[in-house]
């Protein structure tokens, strides 16, 4: 009879070790999956991200919004001559350079917003190199490897049935969390790019206020704001930089729960830094 309650008891130890670490690899492989497939999105422009939506984006800014764009520049440039002439005594003291300065940034803001694309495809161009120049010198991993899970099994092994149990509740909370967590990152990363495409393809209108210089304050704040949404690509490199050196010094070899708590605690505070580089990069670059 002892026996036989002492193979039930190792069944049950079994049962409960092989869940423990069936939810610690669910939970390591979620967020190494989603950490891992960062490096690649932000390292990508709006072109090459969602070809099909960048071709949608692109043709209604052409044939919707530039129209539009178009008859502000009219407006602009009427207003801008309007200004000139009257700064010169209503023509009382005519100088031809007058005009030609008018028509220089005439013909300067009609090219802007000719080639509103190529500007804004150039700033992302420009972030992406950035990125994949950083990527070569912000390397990490953020996977357990073999030895470690190994160690684990040993570790799980001389613990008694009731603690076992505590820590298979606590790993599958873990696990739960950290799911979460690979979602709530995953919806920051391409919220990210979603907003990119919405901030390009609204770029002919302030493009078109270059023309005038108490108007291109709209269009300079948008070239920050460009910028803001490029280099927040860095910043959320960096953060998975740092991301990886904080899991790699996590031990899990004595005190398991305490490690796993210590993932879900770095885990929550990638979310939150990534969150931040947003409004970080905006701060940086004074865009509003």
Not at 6 to 24: A, P
Not at 198 to 214: H, Q, R, V, Y
Request: proline share 2%; aromatic share 12%; hydrophobic share 55%.
């Amino acid at each position: 009879m002892e026996s036989l309650l002492e193979e039930l008891m190792d069944w049950i130890e079994d049962l409960l070790i092989s869940g423990i670490m069936t939810n610690l690899t669910n939970a390591f492989d979620a967020v190494n999956q989603e950490v891992g497939q960062i490096a690649t999105d932000v390292g990508q422009t709006p072109a090459t991200f969602l070809p099909g939506v960048y071709s949608l984006i692109r043709n209604l800014s052409e044939s919707v919004i530039l129209p539009i764009a178009g008859i502000i520049l009219t407006f602009i440039a009427c207003y801008e001559l309007i200004q000139l002439v009257i700064s010169h005594n209503n023509l009382a003291n005519f100088e031809t350079w007058v005009f030609w300065k008018w028509i220089f940034k005439t013909f300067v803001a009609v090219c802007l917003i000719s080639n509103t694309f190529d500007i804004t495809m150039a700033v992302f161009d420009l972030s992406q190199w950035v990125v994949q120049r950083s990527g070569g010198i912000i390397q990490g991993s953020t996977a357990i490897d073999d030895s470690t899970l190994a160690t684990m099994r040993l570790t799980l092994a001389t613990k008694e049935v009731g603690e076992l149990l505590g820590i298979y509740l606590q790993s599958f909370i873990v696990q739960l969390g950290i799911k979460i967590l690979s979602i709530v990152i995953f919806v920051i990363i391409n919220g990210r790019m979603i907003e990119i495409y919405l901030m390009t393809s609204l770029a002919p209108i302030p493009f078109a206020t270059f023309g005038n210089k108490e108007q291109s304050m709209m269009g300079q704040n948008y070239l920050r704001s460009l910028f803001a949404l490029g280099f927040q690509g860095f910043l959320i490199l960096v953060c998975v930089g740092i991301y990886a050196v904080l899991i790699t010094g996590v031990a899990f070899t004595s005190d398991i729960v305490g490690s796993l708590w210590s993932v879900m605690g770095f885990t929550v505070l990638l979310a939150f830094t990534l969150f931040k580089t947003g409004a970080l990069a905006k701060s940086i670059l004074h865009a509003h």
